[in-house]
T-cell receptor, first 112, second 114 residues
Framework: QKEVEQNSGPLSVPEGAIASLNCTYS??????FFWYRQYSGKSPELIMS????GDKEDGRFTAQLNKASQYVSLLIRDSQPSDSATYLC????????????FGKGTHLIIQP | DADVTQTPRNRITKTGKRIMLECSQT?????MYWYRQDPGLGLRLIYY???????NKGEISDGYSVSRQAQAKFSLSLESAIPNQTALYFC?????????????FGEGSRLTVL
């Protein structure tokens, strides 16, 4: 079973600090990686996508990918209470798989 | 207006009833998907379609069927609903033309089977 693993949390971070969210995946042939944010009862919305090893920055968000370690992370700098949500890691698996495979999500709480 | 629209947004039904969830999109995307989300289990793929003549089973297709009536419409049916199909259902689309697998989600349909 090809899997995407995340710590379910909750992860509690003080306002203004850096929140670090982690995701591991089992399929070494995985090609594309996404972070979605989901507020309770709402639909997931894309935060970041990353396709090659290294860091990708967009505003307060940085995605990091290490294919050798099969590890992708999301850093949120200067965390705000509005960042409190569940963060879903999604992976396009290799081997011709279709669609994205999602982790179970990490619940992030930013403490004012 | 939402680019990916799901109806109904909420439905309560009884065991054994037939239910259809509908999805329509104005994004012009070829690919459409149905996912379900359960607490603690994340999003799981039920069915997907790459065009009107293409239907594919996902991870958890048992108990479900789909119809791609047009490029913009993709419906999910539960022929005989059971309580463990109580979940939040999401329709999603992606654009074959960009080569990206990014999914765009509808607002979700919350289904309760009593």
């Amino acid at each position: 079973q090809k899997e995407v693993e995340q710590n379910s949390g909750p992860l509690s971070v003080p306002e203004g600090a850096i929140a670090s969210l982690n995701c591991t995946y089992s399929d070494r042939g995985s090609q594309s990686f996404f972070w979605y944010r989901q507020y309770s009862g709402k639909s997931p919305e894309l935060i970041m996508s990353i396709y090659s090893n290294g860091d990708k920055e967009d505003g307060r968000f940085t995605a990091q990918l290490n294919k050798a370690s099969q590890y992708v992370s999301l850093l949120i700098r200067d965390s705000q209470p509005s960042d409190s949500a569940t963060y879903l890691c999604a992976v396009k698996l290799g081997g011709g798989a279709d669609g994205l495979t999602f982790g179970k999500g990490t619940h992030l709480i930013i403490q004012p | 207006d939402a680019d990916v629209t799901q109806t109904p947004r909420n439905r309560i039904t009884k065991t054994g009833k037939r239910i259809m969830l509908e999805c329509s999109q104005t994004k012009g995307h070829d690919r459409m998907y149905w996912y379900r989300q359960d607490p603690g289990l994340g999003l799981r793929l039920i069915y997907y379609s790459f065009d009107v003549k293409d239907i594919n089973k996902g991870e958890i297709s048992d108990g479900y069927s789909v119809s791609r009536q047009a490029q913009a419409k993709f419906s999910l049916s539960l022929e005989s609903a059971i309580p463990n199909q109580t979940a939040l259902y999401f329709c999603a689309t992606s654009d074959l033309g960009t080569g990206s697998e990014e999914l765009f989600f509808g607002e979700g349909s919350r289904l309760t089977v009593l």
